[in-house]
């Protein structure tokens, strides 16, 4: 599970922004109670730092999920009716986030932002943030614990990850529906939230396969000015003439990312959905998608002029309607169309999905 959680913890620094080194113990000190009276209006539960050490069995090795640079994620235990620590492998299972020591201003901004905007945002189809420990110079974040994984380990290899069963056709369009409700809901007017950096490993799944989004909470800041974000990851594919999950225009650091920068990255996430492939599009038909040649004709041409077996997971062949999969490809398409303008709202996406599901 670690490949598609590592992933999804990273907190990107946006391109030229200024990190101002200060005294710690006055960030601590002065932002602390403020902080804690925001964050009790949202109904988030204040964990102690010995709880979460308890929860975790002093934060040992073999419960760490998954780390970067920011800090490690770990699986913790808590009673399911007090939500005080718990043995392990008793109560409820919880994902614990300990973030390194923040050490400037701008990693103190990053942390309370993230909180604050997962803090006040609940739909299900996002990960529920049950609280947070901010104690000294510690902070935590405290998240239910999605058992299945993400997504991309279910479609295919990961390094490193679990191996999982692959997916049934009915199973992908429900995951692809709940994603899309999910995103619809951060781009709504209540949420006003755009990702930025939206692919399958990003989308976790509970026991019943349902979409969970995890690691929008950075994407909040987004909003208010700061240039278009795109991994190193699919920076670097960029540069050697690989596409990622990323609209041609964000590359360019003169260019904000936009709702419909996240409508282009769920068309490629289709894309893995239908082909059970993953989206570095290097193969042909991938790479003419991506360029849109695809779109003369629409999907049906395509489709016929690549065999479908060559577009379709060969796992689900003969199982699903031929005349939906060719809709939901074409949905794609539209997605990932090369002027914003042209790609649906991902309201319209999710109208789209919900008459497919309602017709098989």
Known sequence: MSGGLRTSVKVYIIA??????????????????????????????????NELKTATTNFRP??????????????????????????????IAIVIKRFSQLRTLQSHKDWSMEVSCLGQLGH?????????????????????FIPQGSLNMHLYEVTGASRFPRLSWNLRMKIALGAAKGLAFLHSNEAKVIYGDFKTSKILL???????????GAAMERLHGYRSHVSEEDMAMYEEGVFGYAAANVYS?????????????????????LSGRQAPLREKWMVELANNKALQGGSANFACKHKVSQIFDAHIDGRYSKD???????????????EPESRPDMSEVVEVLEQLQSSK
């Open 16 to 49: 030229n922004r200024v990190t101002l080194a200060v005294d710690t113990n006055t960030v601590h000190h002065e932002k602390n109670e403020a902080i804690n009276t925001k964050l009790q209006s949202f109904s988030l539960k204040t964990f102690r730092f």
């Open 62 to 91: 073999d419960s760490i999920l998954g780390q970067d640079g920011l800090g490690c994620v770990y699986k913790g235990w808590i009673n399911e009716t007090s939500f005080t620590a718990a043995e392990p492998g008793t109560g």
């Open 124 to 144: 299900p189809n996002l990960v529920k943030m049950i609280g947070y420990c901010l104690e000294d110079g510690m902070r935590l974040l405290v998240h239910e």
């Open 206 to 216: 509970d026991s019943d396969y349902n979409a969970k989004l995890y690691g929008y």
């Open 253 to 273: 650091f003169e260019n904000h990312s936009t709702p419909k920068s996240d409508v282009y990255s769920f068309g490629v996430v289709l894309l893995e959905i």
């Open 324 to 338: 939906g999969a060719l809709k939901v490809l074409n949905l794609a398409i539209q997605c990932m169309s090369v």
